[in-house]
């Protein structure tokens, strides 16, 4: 794990970093073992507690926001509670989609292992709903699955609603899973990127928040385009100039 993280944004108050692949937020149930997590990194990098505002599934990289005091992570939190944090990510799915479109499919509820507690999943479905829109395709001449030929393409997503998991079953619903999910996705196509590609990651990045700042009330907006591993992979597919 990195002893540093990428800082997008700081102020007195509020701290955006690019949150790396394979790091967790904070304890939880996910890895009991695990010993390094961003909001720790981050504290023993700038020498003051930060409270995560939302949450970015492990896999998953981009711009994670933390308050520097509670009531400054609490007023962020509730705006993603409301719905009036805009979100956009970007992400590799296998198939060729249409150019653009809404997935309104309602999600039953999951446990947040974050809590320790409770069940699994309930029965009880909450609304759900991700804009998207198709930014870049290709065809490759290889047989990953049962056709001569396989077929991916990036997205840029926009989720209006904050379910666990959104995107990622989401994507899975519409037989378009994400590159790398190891949990949602397609292990055939997951193992050709890891081997022909090099990649060994989600393909999945939060690359845009905007936010009401709790204490000035001003417009943020953070934007970080994708890098590492997953930057690397987009250049292998030849859709490095893509925006």
Same mark, same amino acid.
């Given at each position: 794990?990195?002893?540093?993280?990428?800082?997008?944004?700081?102020?007195?108050?509020?701290?955006?970093?690019?949150?790396?692949?394979?790091?967790?937020?904070?304890?939880?149930?996910?890895?009991?073992?695990?010993?390094?997590?961003?909001?720790?990194?981050?504290?023993?990098?700038?020498?003051?507690?930060?409270?995560?505002?939302?949450?970015?599934?492990?896999?998953?990289?981009?711009?994670?926001?933390?308050?520097?005091?509670?009531?400054?992570?609490?007023?962020?939190?509730?705006?993603?509670?409301?719905?009036?944090?805009?979100?956009?990510?970007?992400?590799?799915?296998?198939?060729?989609?249409?150019?653009?479109?809404?997935? $309104? @499919? %309602?999600? +039953?509820? =999951? &446990?947040?292992?974050?809590?320790?507690?409770?069940?699994?999943?309930?029965?009880?479905?909450?609304?759900?709903?991700?804009?998207?829109?198709?930014?870049?395709?290709?065809?490759?001449?290889?047989?990953?699955?049962?056709?001569?030929?396989?077929?991916?393409?990036?997205?840029?997503?926009?989720?209006?609603?904050?379910?666990?998991?959104?995107?990622?079953?989401?994507?899975?619903?519409?037989?378009?899973?994400?590159?790398?999910?190891?949990?949602?996705?397609?292990?055939?196509?997951?193992?050709?990127?890891?081997?022909?590609?090099?990649?060994?990651?989600?393909?999945?990045?939060?690359?845009?928040?905007?936010? $009401? @700042? %709790?204490? +000035?009330? =001003? &417009?943020?907006?953070?934007?970080?385009?994708?890098?590492?591993?997953?930057?690397?992979?987009?250049?292998?597919?030849?859709?490095?100039?893509?925006?």
């Amino acid at each position: 794990m990195p002893e540093a993280l990428p800082i997008l944004y700081r102020d007195k108050n509020i701290v955006a970093i690019d949150k790396p692949p394979g790091l967790l937020v904070h304890r939880s149930e996910i890895d009991r073992h695990e010993t390094r997590f961003a909001i720790q990194i981050l504290r023993d990098q700038i020498g003051q507690r930060a409270w995560a505002a939302h949450r970015l599934d492990r896999g998953t990289s981009g711009v994670l926001l933390f308050g520097l005091n509670r009531e400054i992570a609490g007023a962020l939190g509730r705006q993603f509670e409301a719905g009036t944090v805009g979100k956009r990510y970007w992400a590799v799915v296998r198939g060729h989609p249409p150019a653009c479109g809404t997935i $309104d @499919h %309602p999600l +039953s509820r =999951q &446990r947040d292992p974050y809590l320790f507690r409770g069940e699994q999943s309930s029965n009880g479905a909450q609304d759900a709903i991700t804009n998207f829109r198709k930014l870049a395709e290709i065809e490759l001449p290889v047989t990953v699955d049962r056709y001569p030929s396989s077929r991916y393409a990036l997205l840029e997503l926009e989720p209006l609603t904050g379910r666990r998991h959104q995107l990622r079953r989401h994507l899975k619903h519409i037989a378009h899973p994400i590159i790398g999910d190891a949990t949602y996705g397609k292990g055939r196509h997951n193992r050709f990127f890891a081997s022909e590609l090099d990649c060994h990651r989600m393909l999945l990045a939060c690359t845009e928040l905007r936010f $009401d @700042h %709790p204490e +000035s009330g =001003q &417009r943020l907006e953070i934007r970080m385009p994708v890098s590492g591993e997953f930057a690397a992979t987009l250049a292998r597919l030849g859709w490095s100039n893509v925006s």
